[in-house]
């Protein structure tokens, strides 16, 4: 091969190089592409129920039992910037733990401060972006392979219909987490539900909150 020929092969190497990058670039580009499918001012309907069970009720009453059987609108007030997401840090950061709800009873009525703010902050996480859902996917594992063990980690799958994604930690004397199923054109939970399991020598408690999408 002579001395055009090699560069002639090294300029067509070059092309074709680049040209997979560039496919492979916007491939990735678009797997990466989040966007809200719903707006602030937006407004949703979830019934609530909780179960759980103390082993000393005059101690401490199960936690959220009062929000048991009630019906609680949930108003989108703020959503942020999704233009840019390409790791699971600034995506649980900025968008996962961003509070994007306010919530109330149905009537109209104040939820107390200390069930308003986790139900706030629950659905919150649960609320998605659509649009990227095989690429969230790879950001986080589908499954605990030991529950019973010591972990903490973040958790997802990606579902014909739905997506699933929560949050499982356990330890020596705790055990909590959180979920969502969340629809895949809207970014919206049909279901979230979070659970706490803790135990010492005076009591041992748990409770799980469900809340299933009306409207």
């Not at 009873?105 to 107390?112: D, H, K, S, V």
Request: charged letters at 15%; aromatic letters at 14%; glycine letters at 4%.
């Amino acid at each position: 091969m002579d001395h055009r020929q090699r560069i002639l092969a090294a300029v067509i190497l070059t092309i074709v190089v680049s040209l997979s990058v560039g496919f492979v670039t916007e491939y990735a580009r678009q797997s990466m592409t989040f966007s809200w499918a719903i707006e602030e001012g937006d407004d949703f309907i979830f019934d609530v129920i909780v179960t759980g069970q103390t082993t000393n009720s005059t101690v401490r009453p199960i936690p959220f039992v009062a929000m048991n059987n009630t019906r609680i609108s949930v108003e989108i007030i703020s959503l942020p910037n999704v233009s840019i997401v390409f790791y699971s840090k600034p995506f649980l950061e900025n968008i996962v733990e961003h509070t994007k709800t306010s919530s109330c009873f149905i009537n109209g009525t104040e939820i107390p401060t200390a069930y308003r703010f986790t139900i706030n902050k629950h659905v919150s996480r649960c609320v998605l972006p659509i649009g990227g859902w095989l690429h969230l996917d790879a950001f986080f594992q589908n499954q605990i392979n030991r529950p019973f063990m010591e972990h903490e980690s973040y958790l997802s799958v990606f579902r014909r219909t739905s997506f699933y994604f929560g949050y499982s930690e356990n330890d020596t004397l705790k055990a909590q987490g959180w979920y969502g199923i969340i629809n895949l054109e809207t970014g919206v939970p049909l279901i979230v539900s979070f659970w706490l399991y803790r135990t010492s020598q005076a009591l041992t408690y748990w409770y799980n909150v469900t809340m299933n999408l009306v409207t």
